[in-house]
């Protein structure tokens, strides 16, 4: 068994993954995946964190590699998407011309970074305070309710910074569930989390993410999720479904119909 869909795929373009899309389409169609998403990181239009996305100038070159992949994977349906960054003032950009003049057939909403009093700080390092944990809520509600994104990239990343589960981080997991329920957008279960070395925590080791006690949350809410591998190497582009498929079997979730992007 593999996915019936592959959605969250980066290519070297990122600066931190390896490969392009020729190659991480190979994969997926022998690996019999029939729907192949590309979703590297969105260049922004003030070159924020170039560092670890695509350059603006790149967003031809990526497009083009799509395009050949998609010719040389005649039965491989290869959709066009980026990972996205939230920020409001980006609205316009993200909605009109990504997926309006360039045509692309989905976003997927990602919260790297949460702004702080004194500017922008790594969401998988600094969510270990109620406050912080708060701003990542309240920034994330606020992807969903803008309607841009098919679904959530790893909303339970605070795993990746916060050794305990705690009230502050279930207060966390149940706001971002009521706003997936009330926005109707789907959250990630992530399998790159699987592949990060473990972390050694007082609760025992675990994986950085999918961070257990988050789903069960999600679980209880009913809300819908999507499986994704989230590759950054061409090897890794059909990683870990059994995996996922264990958890959500184990939860009782229950995957999202994404409708029209995924249909035959």
């Known amino acids: 068994m593999t996915y019936r869909y592959q959605l969250h795929t980066h290519t ?3 600066k931190h993954a390896s490969g392009d899309v020729p190659e991480y389409a190979r994969v997926a169609a022998e690996g019999g995946c029939p ?7 969105a260049p922004l239009p003030d070159g924020r ?8 100038p ?8 799509i395009l050949q992949a998609q010719r040389e994977q005649p039965t491989l349906r290869i959709l066009r998407g980026l990972e996205c960054e939230w920020l409001l003032e980006f609205d316009g950009y993200f909605r009109d011309e990504i997926l309006g003049a360039r045509g692309y057939d989905y976003l997927i909403g990602a919260g790297h970074y949460t702004e702080f009093a004194d500017g922008w700080k790594s969401s998988f390092e600094n969510l270990t305070t109620a406050p912080s944990l708060l701003l990542y809520t309240r ?3 606020t992807a969903m309710a803008s309607g841009l994104f098919a679904f959530i990239a790893h909303p339970d990343l605070i795993g990746c910074c916060n050794d305990r589960w705690t009230p502050e981080t279930a207060a966390c997991a149940r706001d ?3 706003a997936s329920l009330a926005t109707g957008t789907p959250l990630e279960l992530n399998g790159y989390g699987f592949r990060k070395p473990w972390r050694d925590t007082p609760e025992g080791l675990r994986p950085q993410y999918p961070w257990i006690p988050f789903w069960e949350i999600a679980a209880e809410h009913g809300v819908r999720v999507v499986l994704s591998s989230d590759a950054h190497r061409p090897e890794d582009t059909l990683a870990n479904f059994a995996d996922l498929c264990a958890l959500r079997d184990r939860l009782g979730l229950v995957e999202a119909d994404l409708g029209r992007l995924v249909a035959p």
């Open 12 to 14: 070297y373009r990122c």
């Open 35 to 41: 729907i192949l998403g590309i979703s590297d990181h």
């Open 49 to 56: 964190w170039e560092g670890v996305r695509m350059a603006m």
């Open 58 to 65: 790149q967003l031809d070159e990526y497009e083009a590699a």
């Open 139 to 141: 920034m994330m509600e």
């Open 176 to 178: 971002l569930c009521a």
